[in-house]
């Protein structure tokens, strides 16, 4: 890649970063859409792999406290420790045998001394604390059986409300991208849909107000509706609206506070097949990028601010549908307020538009997956907002 990250080239006429900058924001490698980034993730498991020999280090240590210090030194304290690590990190057998290990160690500790009733409370208490190790063990085993099927019926349900787009719609290339704030979540108030209509090709991104299981329900609420208007609906406006009444009808079936004082902020795109433009409505969500193929990015603001979805008791009027061009070779990218209001340690926002400009690349995907890692180094890893990310390029 002569130097430069997979996927990304520079845009001609543009500047080349030096060698420094080059390596300094070179990462070790690609993060998993949604997941801990690769260093961190063989940081976690290398630090995993060493403590799980601390119940074997401690045991040793304990015998040679016994061996090294006066009569009235026990190694009591180090050989309990080492069950009670034990117990949440190793295997049941394995458990079992650092009980019997450390049990063994204290009597044998015992025994180069006479055997008073200090030392045969010394013995009694490992020994119970081995026991108790076998039944942390066990429910500790219990416990990840069911986080693992809890996380197996999560994986279900984003499928099933955010299924992934094919990678080559309606004549055009996509990719997408769900990364949740809060770890091991997989699905929450960001949304994104694609359907390849009589129309063109049809798409909403969108984040709800709220978390939590209402947002989720409102979620699937707008993105059955979206299914359904933009196939039957002959214009973009009318899909909105009919977004609108079925946020509404939810509504009124909940009779719920929290659903009436909801909204969503939404951007509608309609890319119509053999032409080389798109279609806007924009319901107060922030304004997809165009990029170039010569590097510009471009902001394609609303021309005039909308209320969210889910606000139209407040006000009724046509949503105005806004065209701008979509040349061959150009990319669109759509995102949530995840993207631009990702902060540093300064609290600096994270500007898509400025970190995009003077790069290209090899597709869409290429594009998510380094601006992922973009916004990773940017926040340190640590964002308080779901993003859900959308682009597609024109061949």
Request: proline share 6%; net charge negative; with cysteine.
């Amino acid at each position: 890649m002569n130097g430069r990250r997979a996927g990304e080239q520079r845009a001609p006429g543009s500047a080349e970063p030096s060698a420094s900058a080059e390596a300094s924001a070179e990462p070790s490698a690609d993060p998993a859409p949604g997941s801990v980034a690769a260093p961190e993730r063989r940081s976690l498991s290398y630090t995993r792999e060493s403590v799980r020999v601390l119940p074997a280090l401690l045991i040793v240590a304990g015998v040679l406290y016994d061996l090294l210090t006066p009569r009235y030194f026990t190694a009591a304290p180090f050989l309990t420790a080492a069950l009670l690590v034990a117990a949440p990190l190793l295997s049941l057998r394995a458990t079992v045998w650092t009980g019997i290990a450390g049990t063994t160690a204290m009597v044998l500790a015992t025994l180069r001394f006479t055997i008073d009733a200090s030392a045969v409370t010394e013995i009694a208490t490992v020994a119970t604390v081995a026991c108790l190790a076998v039944v942390i063990n066990r429910l500790v085993t219990l416990g990840n059986a069911r986080l693992a099927s809890a996380h197996e019926i999560a994986e279900a349900a984003q499928r099933a409300v955010l299924p992934e787009p094919a990678a080559r719609t309606g004549g055009l290339d996509l990719a997408v991208r769900y990364v949740a704030a809060q770890a091991d979540a997989l699905i929450g108030g960001d949304l994104y849909a694609v359907q390849d209509t009589s129309y063109g090709v049809r798409l909403v991104v969108g984040d709800v107000r709220g978390k939590g299981m209402g947002a989720v329900a409102a979620v699937a609420v707008v993105i059955g509706a979206f299914r359904e208007a933009a196939e039957q609906e002959a214009t973009l406006g009318a899909v909105a609206q009919r977004l609108e009444r079925a946020l509404t009808r939810e509504g009124v079936r909940r009779d719920s506070v929290e659903v009436f004082e909801g909204f969503i902020t939404a951007v509608l795109a309609e890319i119509p097949h053999g032409t080389q433009g798109v279609r806007l409505v924009n319901r107060g969500h922030p304004g997809p990028l165009l990029l170039l193929p010569d590097g510009t990015v471009r902001t394609l603001a609303a021309a005039e601010p909308a209320l969210p979805l889910g606000m139209g008791d407040l006000g009724a009027w046509p949503d105005r549908v806004q065209e701008a061009e979509f040349p061959c070779g150009a990319m669109l990218l759509f995102h949530t307020d995840g993207l631009s209001e990702a902060r540093d340690e300064r609290g600096d926002f994270f500007d898509p538009a400025r970190r995009l400009a003077g790069r290209f690349f090899t597709g869409p995907d290429a594009l998510l997956t380094e601006l992922v890692a973009d916004v990773d180094r940017h926040t340190g890893g640590g964002s308080t907002d779901d993003m859900a990310l959308l682009a597609v390029r024109r061949p």
